[in-house]
């Protein structure tokens, strides 16, 4: 087992000594059968938190949402072993190497019984159960099964082996009324359909075409969250046609109603890396008509879906970028050398590719092709700066700026070779 699934096992075996029934619970124990590997190994309990801190001792535990009853238990300190005494240079003890081994806590969440939902989000109030209320509360069925290390054997309350067995989504229990409760869920429902390529039951189908608009009580944040990981998919636009059909895309992303499938498939077949940068890209460029249009939507899923800095610009430079790669045998190097050491340049180059018609449109081969070049061929040094022109008598200004751009452009198209030849050009512009 993984170092988290030990660290989980570890956890439940404690508190089995300790006298309480603990299981792997939901997502774990489902990935765990389809032979996926499990995101995170979550525990649920009999126990109540008061119990489980007791049973680590306070200071390992974090009461992480103590009002729904999940405590996160602290994987125990490491041995100092002789490789941990020596000194180590900070930038090794900082990589993200070292930080992808360090265990997080595990979560144990008491077994509970939801009350009511009257914000269409969250339970008002929770009450301690056993482990089949606890499963029947859980969204699907295929996320409601418990696996007990003990006996070896998966606790399934809700039909979610046949389920499973069968990659059908279903509720457990009535799907109006699971939907009602709780918005989101009909999001999650295509983010599973997508990420474990599972059919949706009939029942479950239509109620969320029933309960679609209420979708708005979701926060932008929330649906980004999931659309984040239902584009990193090949199977991306299967979900978004799912949200069409099921009446979510006004709530999630209203363009795509005005989609062309089988282009967006196309491209999503060819993309050559999963990015959520270059989906987003991708899938902009295929619905939108223009250029500005895609550039505007993006504005607004940037706001909603609260995209980072990174994403947003790198999805930017891709829309504006990735056409002019596809038609670069066109354009003169003077245009193509600023995209090609752009720091997105793998986001603008993942998007050309998937709306390249042929794997070796011309654009891409020069493209790809100019991308090998050494550094100082690909990126020359400039002929001239502003401290040279300072240097050289010319009183700083405005002019200094559109000089420099002018000459880096005849200085990559090769119209101006060295430095006199610069100067020479500089006295040539008319005064100022
Ligand atoms: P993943 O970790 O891959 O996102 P997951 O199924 O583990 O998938 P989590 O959000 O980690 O999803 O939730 C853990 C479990 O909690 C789920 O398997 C499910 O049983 C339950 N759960 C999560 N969100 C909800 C919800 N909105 N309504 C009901 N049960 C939920
Ligand atoms: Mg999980």
């Not at 660290?7 to 939901?26: N, P, W």
């Not at 209320?133 to 409601?144: E, H, K, P, S, V």
């Not at 606790?155 to 229990?173: A, C, E, H, N, W």
């Not at 092709?369 to 690909?378: G, R, S, V």
Request: charged share 25%; net charge negative.
């Amino acid at each position: 087992a993984s170092p988290p699934a030990q660290e989980a096992l570890r956890v439940i075996g404690r508190l089995r000594e300790a006298g309480y029934f603990a299981v792997l619970a939901g997502g774990c124990v489902r990935d765990a059968l389809l032979g996926r590997i499990p995101k995170d190994f979550d525990v649920a309990t009999e126990a109540t938190p008061d119990s489980v801190r007791e049973v680590f001792g306070k200071r390992n535990t974090l009461a992480f949402g103590a009002s729904f009853g999940v405590i996160g238990v602290l994987p125990p300190k490491a041995k100092k072993g002789v490789a941990d005494q020596l000194p180590s240079s900070p930038d090794i003890a900082d990589s993200p190497e070292n930080a992808k081994d360090k265990l997080l806590p595990t979560e144990v969440a008491t077994f509970r019984a939801d009350g009511n939902y009257s914000d269409g989000r969250r339970p008002d109030s929770v009450t301690y159960g056993n482990a089949e209320a606890d499963a029947l509360r859980r969204d699907f069925t295929i996320n409601g099964m418990f696996y007990d290390p003990v006996s070896a054997k998966v606790l399934d309350y809700v039909g979610g082996l046949d389920d499973l067995q069968s990659k059908q989504l279903r509720t457990i229990g009535e799907a109006s009324r699971r939907f009602d409760e709780d918005k989101l869920r009909m999001l999650r429902a295509v983010r599973f359909m997508v990420t474990l390529q599972l059919t949706m039951e009939a029942d479950t189908m239509s109620a969320i075409q029933e309960h679609a608009d209420s979708l708005s009580v979701v926060s932008g944040e929330r649906i980004g969250a999931e659309m984040r990981r239902v584009m990193v998919q090949t199977d991306a636009p299967r979900g978004l046609e799912l949200l069409v059909e099921i009446g979510l895309a006004d709530q999630v992303w209203p363009v795509l109603k005005e989609a062309t499938w089988t282009r967006l498939k196309a491209a999503f077949e060819k993309m050559p890396t999963r990015s959520f940068e270059i989906a987003m890209a991708t899938t902009l460029l295929v619905v939108h008509s223009s250029h500005a249009q895609a550039v505007k939507d993006l504005t607004q899923l940037t706001k909603r879906w609260k995209l980072s800095v990174a994403e947003q610009r790198a999805i930017a430079s891709a829309l504006t970028h990735a056409p002019s790669i596809l038609s670069c045998e066109a354009i003169p190097w003077s245009e193509l050398q600023p995209i090609l050491i752009d720091r997105d340049i793998e986001a603008i180059m993942g998007t050309a590719v998937s709306l390249a018609e042929t794997e070796h449109a011309n654009g891409l081969s020069r493209a790809r092709e100019d991308l090998q070049l050494e550094p100082a061929k690909l990126n020359p040094p400039p002929l001239l700066t502003g401290t040279d022109l300072i240097q050289a008598g010319y009183s700083s200004g405005p002019h200094f700026r559109l000089w420099l751009m002018q000459l880096r452009q005849l200085q990559l198209d090769g119209e101006i070779r060295d430095r006199d030849d610069a100067f020479k050009w500089v006295q040539s512009q008319p005064e100022v």
